[in-house]
Every structure is written in structure tokens, then in C-alpha cells.
């Protein structure tokens, strides 16, 4: 089973709320990533965390704030998005940080975000 | 800085026609290597992946890819192509060592039945 599971599937906000995304997780991978993707764009590299801790910030606004309070979670904290912000946000997890021939990233659905 | 280039943005083909995707890499060290798929309104999907020994690399669904190190690519073929092939395909290359997968711009793939 390779699955990484990503809640909701569709958010709408305004400049000014306070949501998160979630994303799990259960295969035991212990390093996970948030990227983001904009329309016919690559994604992009956000964060990544190993073993519950921040490795990688690649320089992210703060209004964006990741959190991973255990091995299997990650969630992304959002807070007075611009709407330049609107992308699809993907999860994606690997067996562990420098995992050499098991370092495979697997994507989740990722969640349609639409700032107003 | 290192980059990972598509030089075909969109590609249409019919049905039963072989396909070649380019992918070339500026890294200067050991690589691993990864073609996605993103079908329409849907997620990525690893197609295949390159680490190490033959490198010639069977995927899924048909697909395979060839790692010739002295050209930095890593091409992606199927020779007959089905309408379901209709997607997007990013390559993808990380250093062995670092932690930040670099994805090309991708390739737009129609298949025309």
C-alpha cells in the first residue's frame, strides 16, 4: 500500500481565515513533504520534515505554517493567504530522509486551494 | 544551479505510435532519477525510477527508461502509445545526498484516438 491521503479535497478562503490541510499517512515513512503545484507548473518544494522534525524550509512565507505532531500526520497551517497563494497543495512521503535505493516519493491528491 | 530539463512541452501523437520523452539533467553527481505521471484531475504516479545497476528501467503500464550517464538523460519510451496514455509527465532527479527532488517543467502528452 502506497497511499498518502489529503484532507480536504477543495478549500475555498478568504485574505483573511485560518485553515489547515492534513495530510496522512500510514505506511511508516518517517520523512514527509508539502510542495505546492500551480496550474501546468512542476511542484515546487515547501517543507520537509524527518522524524516529526522541520529538515527543510525553502525560504516559505510565514504565512504558511507546517506541523507534524506525529510519525503518520502532517498539516499545514494557513493564515492571511494571498490569492497568488491559490495552487494545489500536495503531501508526499518517503521511507526516510537519505533512504538511497528505497528513496521513492509517494504523492497524495493533494487539496485545490482557492484564495478570495 | 542545477535543473532538470523537458525540451518537449506538448507532444500528440494517435493511437499506436511510439513515444519518446526527453529528460536531461545538470547535476555533476551519483543521481536518482523518477518519472511521474499526473493524469488528467488526478494525482502523481510514479511511472518508474532509477538508482542504480541496468540502466535500462521497466514501469509501469509499458513504459520504460534509459539512463545514459555521459548525456545526463534519462529518456522515457513506450513504443505503442494508448488513448489512456493522454497526461502529464514530469521527470524528476535528486542527488544522491540531498533531499530536494527537482522536477522538470513536464510534458504535456494527447493522444488522438
Known amino acids: 500500500d502506497t497511499e498518502v491521503t489529503q484532507t480536504p479535497k477543495h478549500l475555498v478562503m478568504g485574505m483573511t481565515n485560518k485553515k489547515s490541510l492534513k495530510c496522512e499517512q500510514h505506511?511508516?515513512?518517517?520523512?514527509m513533504y508539502w510542495y505546492k503545484q500551480k496550474a501546468k507548473k512542476p511542484p515546487e518544494l515547501m517543507f520537509v520534515?524527518?522524524?516529526?522534525?522541520?529538515?527543510i524550509n525553502e525560504s516559505v512565507p510565514s504565512r504558511f505554517s507546517p506541523e507534524c505532531p506525529n510519525s503518520s500526520l502532517l498539516n499545514l497551517h494557513l493564515h492571511a493567504l494571498q490569492p497568488e497563494d491559490s495552487a494545489l497543495y500536495l503531501c508526499a512521503s518517503k521511507v526516510r530522509l537519505l533512504a538511497g535505493e528505497g528513496g521513492t516519493q509517494y504523492f497524495g491528491p493533494g487539496t485545490r486551494l482557492l484564495v478570495l | 544551479a542545477q535543473s532538470v530539463s523537458q525540451h518537449n512541452h506538448h507532444v500528440i501523437l494517435s493511437e499506436a505510435a511510439s513515444l519518446e520523452l526527453g529528460c536531461n539533467y545538470s547535476y555533476g553527481g551519483t543521481v536518482n532519477l523518477f518519472w511521474y505521471v499526473q493524469y488528467p484531475g488526478q494525482h502523481l504516479q510514479l511511472l518508474l525510477k532509477?538508482?542504480?545497476?541496468?540502466?535500462l528501467v521497466k514501469g509501469i503500464k509499458g513504459f520504460e527508461a534509459e539512463f545514459i550517464k555521459s548525456k545526463f538523460s534519462f529518456n522515457l519510451r513506450k513504443p505503442s502509445v494508448q488513448w489512456s496514455d493522454t497526461a502529464e509527465y514530469f521527470c524528476a532527479v535528486i542527488l544522491f545526498g540531498n533531499e530536494k527532488l527537482t522536477f522538470g517543467t513536464g510534458t504535456r502528452l494527447t493522444i488522438i484516438p
Open positions: 532509477y538508482f542504480s545497476g541496468d540502466p
Open positions: 520534515y524527518s522524524y516529526e522534525k522541520l529538515s
Open positions: 505506511m511508516g515513512h518517517r520523512a
